[in-house]
């Protein structure tokens, strides 16, 4: 794929997925987040706490979730206490990251808590 056909593709993938959260009741705090740790797609807030998202999109679900390496698990990790701490001035709140994904034909599947432990 074209880096602006992967950029176009990524934006949609993404946008959906807010939609998502957000007719779940969720509030969206931030769209591609980028902090010194990395970057996050989404970062809601919801009735438990702040959700970080990221989103992987491919042919299916499956080769979708195989797209995130531990490495990118643990960027993930650490941009998300980047973010609690500059927004809550401290790391020790309720959070989660989860990782939604996306098939060709724009089905979502969101895994809850879906970070290996560090």
Known sequence: MSGQKSY???FAAEE?????YQSAGHRILAR???GKSGEID???EGPTGLIFV??????????AAASLSVRQQNRLRRAAEEFAAQRHGRTNIDMRVDVAL???VGRIEILENALLAA
């Open 42 to 44: 989404i970062v809601a």
């Open 8 to 10: 176009l593709a990524g």
């Open 16 to 20: 959906s997925v807010a939609l998502k």
């Open 32 to 34: 591609r987040w980028r």
């Open 54 to 63: 990221e989103v992987k999109s491919s042919k299916t679900h499956a080769r």
């Open 102 to 104: 996306m098939d060709q």
